[in-house]
């Protein structure tokens, strides 16, 4: 039984690699297609797709529109979601689970229901459609993942640090700013770049509460309904390879900074 382990989980495994990626490759090999229609084998490659689709003014302005979304977003997923974890770390019991379990119910709720009674609230509350009301909405899909960081980042924060700065003469504002900030940064970073990341690809809650500002979801749909083309699968390549980096130094400078952070541990315990 463990021969047949070794053998078939490794098959396994890239067959699922296979399964996410084999699709990506193929949408990036269809933009380097000379032609305008969608077909294999590809006969005649070019770059041109890649090169027209910077010069296209809808294209770029509502990747910007995006941006803005996803900065604005963010920034409200952190303003909000970091003095929440606070006070559920500062929970037990059944309070801290039945808190946790509130904050979590955006995150499992059907987006298209989301969405829905997010229209609907804005419109009580007298709000426009637009950027603001993309901002709001994208913030309450993305708090809970902020949350769930940074709660999580705590629990593994021994409370002798914090004690360790007090008996130095340290105040509470100075312990937060030297020793838990710091601590929490890795958390707080991956919670950003996670919240940017979906925002950015949100297009049910776009969709909703978006006005004349298209997000770059929202127009790619609108193009996708008249026929896909290389140009399409050009750009969405751009913004799925830039997505990848993008979380790719967001892992490694949260892996970074946890290292430093234990080291700092280590020696603080050997003094």
Do not use: C, H
């Given at each position: 039984?463990?021969?047949?382990?070794?053998?078939?989980?490794?098959?396994?495994?890239?067959?699922?690699?296979?399964?996410?990626?084999?699709?990506?490759?193929?949408?990036?090999?269809?933009?380097?297609?000379?032609?305008?229609?969608?077909?294999?084998?590809?006969?005649?490659?070019?770059?041109?797709?890649?090169?027209?689709?910077?010069?296209?003014r809808d294209i770029m302005s509502s990747i910007w529109v995006s941006v803005k979304v996803a900065l604005g977003a963010t920034a409200l997923s952190l303003i909000i979601g970091i003095p929440m974890a606070f006070f559920v770390a500062g929970l037990r019991g059944f309070r801290r689970a039945a808190m946790i379990a509130v904050i979590m119910l955006p995150a499992f709720l059907p987006v298209i229901v989301a969405a829905i009674s997010l229209r609907m609230f804005i419109g009580v509350l007298g709000l426009q459609t637009g950027i603001g009301a993309i901002i709001f909405g994208h913030a309450v899909s993305t708090i809970p993942f902020v949350v769930v960081m940074i709660l999580t980042r705590l629990g593994a924060m021994s409370p002798n640090l914090a004690d360790a700065a007090r008996d130095l003469g340290a105040d509470e504002f100075i312990v937060f700013l030297r020793v838990t900030l710091p601590f929490l940064m890795p958390a707080i970073f991956g919670g950003a770049v996670f919240s940017m990341l979906l925002s950015f690809e949100d297009f049910v809650r776009s969709f909703f509460l978006g006005g004349f500002e298209p997000t770059f979801p929202v127009l790619l749909f609108s193009k996708l309904r008249f026929g896909f083309d290389p140009g399409l699968a050009a750009i969405s390549t751009m913004v799925l390879v830039a997505s990848i980096v993008i979380g790719l130094y967001a892992e490694r400078f949260s892996r970074r900074r946890q290292l430093g952070n234990s080291s700092k541990i280590v020696a603080l315990d050997q003094r």
């Open positions: 039984m463990k021969t047949l382990g070794r053998l078939t989980l490794p098959v396994y495994f890239w067959l699922f690699v296979a399964y996410l990626f084999l699709p990506l490759l193929v949408m990036a090999a269809v933009g380097f297609r000379d032609s305008n229609f969608v077909a294999f084998p590809i006969q005649a490659w070019t770059t041109r797709w890649y090169q027209s689709v910077v010069f296209e």
